[in-house]
């Protein structure tokens, strides 16, 4: 029925252009297709050369997402004794980031990542806006041994993207304390490393209006040794806060900060926390509707946090049931959250590939 081959990124073969979805509709949260070229995804496939990205955002005016299919002219789904309709579908896993005060002045972090390193950074951060020189302190209590290198300390970072430039210094769990930065954006990480050094330890950067960041750490937060400073060209805003990757994805780190401060500098008093570089879904229903009004949802509530290819199958029956008729299909749908029940939801990334019929002999592996 579609095994989404014969996309391409030209009208009117576009892959949205087929599957409707909610880009002129303020009540509809779905977009199909990737940004840029190709509109088809073409890494992250069950099989042959492609499969349809589909985000999904219910957390605002929309609070349901759906993409759906017209067949000009209606589909016979009772012909050749055709029993079950599969498709295959993955997502992302739940959000692991978090970032909480308790009790006063002293805040708990947790995060997974690959790593803050290389040319692009995994990793949870909490920040303020900051809009030109600036100090950020904070004593890293702990920091948990997911890898030797998980990295807990203070950041000034240019942008939110994931290959932004940078500055931090930062507490390892074994590997000692580090100045790492990356200058400019996109580009290889360097680092200064001081071996032997654990928490509990303070941490310091501090930037001048023309952009010089030193990096220093302390034992008792009075004595410092500076371990390296370098020039990263930022533009305001820039964000300043506590960084913490577990070095090890999909493994979660915790990390306990106290005694945070921000020297002569004008920051909020509200933070932001986010993932940075990390893709993760909300939990969202996951739904099948045909001819617009014969839904059937799948039975795992959680089933957009499923990170690996996986089947799902219905009986044709269930639709039936519903009043539909097998015989004259003339649309297919893909949802997640509820049309029926619309109400505030969260967002994500899924990917739907070889939507297939079969009789039960004949269904896939």
Same mark, same amino acid.
């Given at each position: 029925?579609?095994?989404? +081959?014969?996309? =391409? ?13 909610? *880009? ?12 840029? *070229? ?44 055709? $029993? ?5 579908? @993955? ?5 692991? &980031? ?31 806006? /900051?809009? &030109?020189? &600036? ?11 997911? =890898? ?49 050094? #654990? ?7 501090? @930037? ?22 370098? #020039? ?12 913490? #990757? ?12 106290? =005694? ?61 049931? $519903?009043?539909? =008729? ?9 949802? /997640?959250?509820? +049309? ?8 994500? $990334? ?11 002999? +004949?269904?896939?592996?």
């Amino acid at each position: 029925m579609d095994d989404f +081959e014969d996309y =391409n990124d030209y009208p009117p073969d576009e892959i949205f252009s087929t599957w409707i979805d909610g *880009y002129d509709v303020a009540t509809n949260g779905a977009l199909v297709g990737n940004d840029t *070229y190709p509109f088809a995804e073409q890494s992250i496939v069950h099989s042959g050369a492609q499969s349809m990205p589909y985000f999904y955002d219910n957390s605002g005016a929309a609070n349901y997402s759906e993409a759906e299919r017209t067949f000009s002219p209606a589909q016979d789904w009772t012909r050749e004794s055709v $029993k079950v309709l599969s498709l295959w579908f @993955r997502g992302y896993p739940a959000y692991m &980031g978090s970032f909480v005060e308790g009790p006063t002045g002293t805040f708990t972090m947790t995060a997974e990542g690959v790593d803050i390193w290389d040319t692009s950074d995994q990793f949870h951060f909490a920040y303020k806006e /900051l809009s &030109g020189a &600036g100090t950020i302190i904070a004593k890293v209590e702990s920091v948990e041994n997911t =890898n030797e290198w998980a990295k807990a300390g203070v950041m000034i970072r240019d942008t939110l993207d994931a290959d932004s430039s940078h500055a931090m210094m930062v507490v390892t769990p074994t590997s000692g304390v580090s100045f790492q930065r990356r200058t400019p954006a996109g580009a290889s990480s360097s680092d200064t490393t001081e071996a032997g050094i #654990t928490a509990p330890q303070w941490v310091k950067l501090e @930037r001048t209006i023309a952009g010089f960041i030193r990096a220093s750490y302390s034992a008792d937060g009075s004595t410092w040794t500076q371990l390296g400073s370098q #020039t990263v060209t930022m533009s305001t805003p820039m964000y300043i806060g506590l960084a913490l #990757t577990s070095h090890n994805s999909g493994v979660a780190c915790e990390a306990k900060f106290s =005694n945070v401060s921000f020297p002569g500098t004008t920051v909020g008093q509200q933070w932001t926390n986010l993932d940075i570089g990390i893709t993760s879904n909300d939990a969202e229903p996951m739904y099948v509707v045909l001819n617009g009004s014969a839904m059937v949802t799948h039975d795992n509530p959680n089933a957009t946090q499923i990170d690996e290819w996986t089947e799902w199958t219905i009986d044709l029956q269930a639709f039936a049931e $519903k009043g539909v =008729n097998l015989a004259s299909i003339d649309t297919i749908a893909l949802g /997640l959250g509820d +049309e029926t029940n619309p109400q505030a939801g969260g967002t994500g $990334k899924m990917y739907f590939d070889d939507i297939r019929l079969y009789r039960l002999a +004949e269904q896939a592996p």
